[in-house]
DNA sequence: CTCCAGGGATGAT
DNA sequence: ATCATCCATGGA
């Protein structure tokens, strides 16, 4: 077994893995067990330090100097989180967030674990997205064994793609699994590759995945701040664009998704991807919903939202 | 532009 | 135990 010990004084192990940018950790043992890459890791916090440990190193572990330059590298702990944060907007609702999320990271993913990932996020909520993974995981990934913990690996696209729609429906998919399989099939013939796009510019890249099944605005926003580093992707969820409509735009009666994304762009600049984590994360685990306090008092309908949406119909103001 | 399938966990009654 | 709600992509 090896065993690692990093400095981290300014990460949340928890918080990063909870905090809907990745799906398959889990808690084990006062700490969490997952995969990174096909490495079955534990990892638990204690202190200022990270400790990690697997059962062998592999070929992607020795190129990254070990387990402690995968695990730094894949927790971001480069990251220089003190100087991100300086960088977000001065407004209550992000210093709210701020202090929140203190030792929050973006992580690196694997790209097509990833992208399949996000693909099989639409119209999912966490804990359900987090099913899904760990389906994928035990019927096509390949197990490990860590601490006594059960984990699997990731399914490579070739995997995938040798499957049927119906087996990955099984996986609790629903329209999704068109979707992933159709992806899955043109990352596996070669007909995009994952590696090379991250070449492109931002905008480049998010127009090319767009092109993929299944892969929208939102989901090409994460996969290109979850696995390409591209910090200043700005995915806009309905929990983003509930916090926007209220801290910035409470009085706008015309809002549209161009002018939140041109926005959102201006305004948190070069690392609006983690001022929108810390956005998201604070209000996922703070927000609950509102029906809760406002349901029977304010005579909402079923419970349904004040503010229009994006999505709702009607909300179009061209 | 508008409308809505899709599906399973989760929360409300 | 039933019923409504949550979600974002894609196609009609």
């Given at each position: 077994m090896e065993r690692i010990q990093i400095a981290a004084p300014d990460f949340d192990l928890a918080k990063t893995l909870d905090s809907?940018?990745?799906?398959h950790w889990e808690q084990a043992g006062g700490g969490f067990v997952g995969t990174i890459g096909d490495l079955a890791i534990y990892a638990e916090q204690s202190g200022g330090f990270l400790k990690a440990s697997c059962r062998t190193l592999n070929l992607e572990c020795k190129m990254h100097s070990g387990l402690e330059g995968l695990v730094s590298s894949y927790f971001a702990l480069d990251h220089p989180l003190a100087e991100i944060c300086a960088s977000f907007p001065n407004d209550p609702t992000m210093d709210a967030a701020k202090t929140f999320c203190r030792g929050l990271r973006i992580i690196r993913q694997p790209k097509w674990e990833c992208l399949a990932t996000f693909i099989c996020s639409s119209m999912k909520q966490v804990a359900h997205i987090r099913q899904i993974s760990r389906k994928l995981r035990e019927r096509f990934g390949e197990f490990r064994e860590i601490n006594d913990n059960r984990v699997y690996t990731f399914p490579s696209a070739e995997t995938i793609a040798a499957g049927s729609e119906k087996e990955l429906r099984e996986?609790?998919?629903?329209?999704?699994a068109k979707n992933l399989l159709a992806t899955s099939r043109q990352v596996a013939s070669g007909k995009i590759d994952l590696e090379q796009i991250g070449s492109l510019s931002d905008a480049a890249l998010h127009a090319r995945l767009r092109?993929?099944?299944?892969?929208g605005a939102k989901v090409a926003n994460c996969v290109m701040l979850f696995?390409?580093?591209?910090?200043r992707a700005f995915p806009i969820d309905v929990w983003i664009e509930r916090v926007l409509r209220e801290a910035y735009?409470?009085?706008?009666r015309k809002l549209n998704a161009g002018r939140l994304k041109a926005f959102t762009e201006r305004y948190f600049g070069e690392h609006g991807g983690y001022a929108q984590q810390y956005l998201f994360h604070h209000a996922r685990i703070t927000g609950r919903r509102r029906s809760e306090k406002a349901g029977a008092a304010r005579g909402v309908q079923n419970g349904r939202r004040c503010g229009v949406s994006l999505h709702d119909k009607g909300s179009r103001v061209k």
């Open positions: 809907g940018q990745v799906f996986c609790a998919l629903g329209y999704r092109e993929l099944p299944g892969v696995a390409y580093e591209r910090l735009f409470s009085r706008a």
